[in-house]
T-cell receptor, first 113, second 108 residues
């Protein structure tokens, strides 16, 4: 365990389903991130939250909806996804200041059928 | 063209060999990270550096800011080192730009 916990580890969902991914950290970090990792592509930043406020939305389609109720928890709500959204979704956290390192979760492997 | 390029994309080695993975970037950075991703998907941060050299066990990371280049070295490689190694740079705001990774396989 790295200190960043993601659930579930695996998720299979239909295109009409609604599901949520959860990320939790108790490292005292102030920034949390969602990344998407598709096959043979670099990790792509999706969202950044600093002190519960969204500070970056990297042109992510609205079928992905993030929620950050507090500095320790981050959700990614999924609705009406497409098969090309199948990927590994990684959560990370950092202290949020310039020199802080990142801690990653183990990811959720999402398959959209 | 990706702002962060890694080479090689794939690397195989025999146990005990010295391994080098390279990373070049084209943007101004405040820090560079080396990450390790095992087959299960989880990512572990190995190094964060902004100048010079860092060493942790059998791993050594170097960076040359003027040349915009970093290397990750593994001495006395072991099968458990088999993983994908990812270079990422922090540029400007608090976000990382990632390379596509180097897949390393070390055989006994």
């Amino acid at each position: 365990e790295t200190g960043v916990t993601q659930t579930p580890r695996h998720l299979v969902m239909g295109m009409t389903n609604k599901k949520s991914l959860k990320c939790e950290q108790h490292l005292g970090h102030n920034a949390m991130y969602w990344y998407k990792q598709s096959a043979k592509k670099p990790l792509e930043l999706m969202f950044v939250y600093n002190f519960k406020e969204q500070t970056e939305n990297n042109s992510v389609p609205s079928r992905f909806s993030p929620e950050c109720p507090n500095s320790s928890h981050l959700f990614l709500h999924l609705h009406t996804l497409q098969p090309e959204d199948s990927a590994l979704y990684l959560c990370a956290s950092s202290p949020g200041h310039h020199w802080g390192g990142y801690t990653f979760g183990s990811g959720t492997r999402l398959t959209v059928v | 063209k990706n702002e962060v390029e890694q080479s090689p994309q794939n690397l195989t080695a025999q146990e005990g060999e010295f391994i080098t993975i390279n990373c070049s970037y084209s943007v101004g950075i405040s820090a560079l990270h080396w990450l390790q991703q095992h087959p299960g998907g989880g990512i572990v941060s190995l190094f964060m550096l902004s100048s010079g050299k860092k060493k942790h066990g059998r791993l050594i990371a170097t960076i040359n800011i003027q040349e915009k280049h970093s290397s990750l070295h593994i001495t006395a490689s072991h099968p458990r080192d088999s993983a994908v190694y990812i270079c990422a740079v922090r540029s400007g705001t608090d976000k990382l730009i990632f390379g596509t990774g180097t897949r390393l396989q070390v055989f006994p």
